[in-house]
């Protein structure tokens, strides 16, 4: 098959709720509850269920939240809390679904030989402007912390 079926064939598979990777292989997962049945059988109790799926997802979206500005695997944690409410709602699955295939085309784009020269360009020249203005505070300044200039 060539490029451009596959594309449609992708296309396709992901209006239906299908993913295809590279291989052609497909995953048809449905959309929806995982919930064990004797959980989905009685509606009370898959309420609560959903309910304690969403609480735990929202606890650990938040504390990937505030991990974004605090230490921690901010991006990380919020994906897995995303997974956590992947395993009961729909949306949160067909968002997991985008991301990943979002991630791998930035993958295969970062790949490219061009791609990669372009960011190792550019990388060479944060460093030597990050190396000049290092040098020029040490050349104006010495070793002396920034909290610790007295005003001249």
């Known amino acids: 098959m060539n490029t451009g079926s596959n594309k449609s064939v992708e ?5 239906h709720g299908v993913t295809v990777d590279e291989s052609g292989s497909r995953d048809e997962r449905a959309l ?11 509606r009370a109790l898959h309420i609560s269920w959903q309910v304690g799926v969403f609480v735990v997802g929202l ?3 938040a504390a ?8 921690g695997p901010g991006w990380v944690v919020i994906f897995g809390g995303m997974a956590i409410w992947a395993t009961e709602f729909a949306w949160a699955q067909l968002v997991l679904r985008w991301t990943k295939r979002k991630v791998t085309e930035a993958a295969q784009r970062a790949l490219d030989p061009r791609v990669r ?10 460093v030597v402007i ?8 040490l050349w ?12 001249q």
């Open 32 to 42: 929806g509850s995982r919930a064990p049945e004797f959980v989905k059988a009685r």
């Open 117 to 126: 020269r372009r960011n190792i360009i550019l990388t060479s020249v944060g």
């Open 130 to 137: 990050v190396a000049a203005v290092s040098g020029f505070y």
């Open 11 to 15: 296309a396709t598979a992901a209006a």
């Open 59 to 61: 606890a650990v979206v």
């Open 140 to 151: 104006k300044f010495g070793l002396v912390m920034p909290w610790k200039i007295e005003n």
């Open 64 to 71: 990937g939240a505030a991990m974004l500005v605090l230490p």
